[in-house]
């Protein structure tokens, strides 16, 4: 393998990575921006004042959320996801 073979395959490399790092970070922007949706919906509810279709929204965002998570992205940090402080 010549030299620039051995670059141009460091080349593809590097492409693979910076593509994998490109799509996690928008998957992680987009389990944000459903946790910030879920999150308003929640707070609409318990404040009584849920929008149409409350139940419904929330079980829609829930199951992306569980997409998300079922490819490998973390959705809840770490301290999150072993329960409730002090439990």
């Known amino acids: 393998m010549g030299f620039l073979d051995k670059a141009k395959q460091q080349a593809q490399d590097l492409k693979g990575k910076v ?5 996690d970070v928008q998957a992680k ?3 944000g921006e459903l946790l910030d949706s ?3 919906l929640v707070y609409a509810q318990r404040t009584e004042r849920p929008a149409a279709d409350t139940d419904g929204e ?3 965002i829930v199951e ?3 997409a998300l998570e079922a490819e490998g992205i973390s959705v809840l940090p ?3 996801s072993t329960g409730p402080a002090g439990a």
């Open 78 to 80: 770490e301290a999150a």
């Open 64 to 66: 992306s959320l569980r």
């Open 19 to 23: 593509e994998g790092k490109v799509e």
């Open 29 to 31: 922007r987009k389990a």
């Open 38 to 40: 879920l999150g308003r």
């Open 58 to 60: 929330i079980g829609r």
